[in-house]
């Protein structure tokens, strides 16, 4: 099992930014993957992004291509979403998940708040 413990949200004007991170109780370089998603009020959740902790590689939603950047610190069982150029869409509840194999995703976190003002 792994804890995750989401923290950065918070309320910012349209084009600013936020960098959300997200600690893990265990290694992360023992995890396949992990990723962000999003909730909006009324909405199904969205996949953001993701990346896979032994390689570094990295899948984005098109919505958020060129603005959001994902990364990991397996040192810190850490990972962070870099989110610049934001919009009152990017508004949401933003949630890690970990991935044990592809498209699968098996914990979650509980998830910080992310509101954007226009």
């Known amino acids: 099992q792994v804890q995750l413990v989401e923290s950065g949200g918070g309320l910012v004007h349209a084009g600013g930014s936020l960098r959300l991170s997200c600690s893990a109780s265990r290694r992360t370089s023992s995890i396949y993957a992990m990723g962000w998603f999003r909730q909006a009020p009324g909405k199904e959740r969205e996949f953001v992004a993701s990346?896979?902790?032994?390689?570094?590689?990295?899948n984005y939603a098109d919505s958020v291509k060129g603005r959001f950047t994902i990364s990991r610190d397996n040192a810190l069982n850490t990972v962070y979403l870099q989110m610049n150029s934001l919009k009152p869409e990017d508004t949401a509840v933003y949630f890690c998940?970990?991935?044990?194999?592809?498209?699968?995703?098996?914990?979650w976190g509980q998830g910080t708040q992310v509101t954007v003002s226009s």
């Open positions: 990346i896979r902790m032994y390689s570094g590689i990295t």
């Open positions: 998940a970990t991935s044990d194999r592809p498209g699968n995703y098996d914990y």
